[in-house]
């Protein structure tokens, strides 16, 4: 499993932001999937997952209401919608896939096999 992170940039406060990760393997649809981020010398912290069928999802409660997180299984493609974007945003995102994690862990980084490189997003003030 290879996953490609894309989409980040600098953007003002109150601006938006699309990310995307595609996924490179068999079985997408198998994934529950999830993005983190992380800025220097901090822990990664979980944003968003979304469930194998897109049916669930779950936000951190410091992006609920601006953050949307999304699939496309038959493009093997997972997408974070950000929105009303702050400073306090800017971090590398990392998008993470694993087939047997359970609904108690998919808030901890680690829980995941898989994650990718990373894009960068900076929001200015």
């Known amino acids: 499993v290879q996953l490609q992170a894309s989409g980040g940039g600098l953007v003002q406060a109150g601006g938006s932001l699309r990310l995307s990760c595609v996924f490179s393997?068999?079985?997408?649809?198998?994934?529950?999937m999830g993005w983190f981020r992380q800025t220097t010398g901090k822990e990664r912290e979980f944003v968003a997952a979304?469930?194998?069928?897109?049916?669930?999802?779950f936000s951190a409660d410091s992006v609920k209401g601006r953050f949307t997180i999304s699939r496309d299984n038959a493009k093997n493609t997972v997408c974070l919608q950000m929105n009303s974007l702050k400073p306090e945003d800017t971090a590398v995102y990392y998008c993470?896939?694993?087939?047997?994690?359970?609904?108690?862990?998919?808030?901890?980084?680690?829980?995941?096999?898989?994650w990718g490189q990373g894009t960068l997003v900076t929001v200015s003030s």
């Open positions: 393997g068999r079985a997408f649809g198998s994934y529950v």
């Open positions: 979304i469930a194998r069928r897109g049916g669930n999802t």
């Open positions: 993470e896939a694993d087939q047997g994690i359970i609904q108690s862990s998919i808030r901890t980084p680690l829980q995941y096999a898989y």
